[in-house]
């Protein structure tokens, strides 16, 4: 997927003022996990998925984790990032039950896992951690 669908696909289920986060600069993978577990648990998580394809919302997530903040800026990050995938499930016709299910556990699994582990890898800004 080029980057102009994703960043369509974000302006109209996530936020339509969005900026375009590909002009940024900012390194993002989609929902690509950095290490060897991680990897193993993304390839259990993308079969999950149904071929659905969450690179965009994945890359809005590294996006603003790659702006940086304060910690309540990472809880808002991981908030808009599980939204956004639900937000994807709400697109699924009603009829394809199982999808939306598979879709939502994912996007609850991977709600758990940038929130518990995701912290290394945001950009502190503007008072730093909170402890």
Not at 8 to 29: C, F, H, Q, T
Not at 63 to 71: K, L, N, S
Not at 86 to 104: G, N, Q, S
Request: hydrophobic share 35%; proline share 5%.
């Amino acid at each position: 997927m080029t980057n102009a669908p994703k960043l369509a696909w974000l302006r109209k289920y996530v936020d339509p003022d969005l900026p375009d986060i590909y002009a940024s600069g900012i390194e993002m993978n989609g929902c690509g996990p950095c290490s060897w577990k991680s990897k193993i648990i993304g390839g259990v998580l993308n079969h999950l998925g149904g071929g659905v394809d969450l690179e965009p919302n994945g890359d809005l997530h590294d996006f603003r984790y790659g702006t940086g903040g304060t910690e309540t800026d990472r809880i808002n990050a991981d908030i808009e990032f599980y939204d956004s995938i639900i937000a994807w499930c709400k697109a699924v016709p009603w009829w394809r039950l199982i999808l939306k299910f598979r879709i939502r556990a994912r996007a609850a699994i991977y709600y758990d896992l940038v929130r518990n582990h995701g912290q290394q890898y945001f950009k502190y800004r503007k008072g730093g951690r909170l402890i």
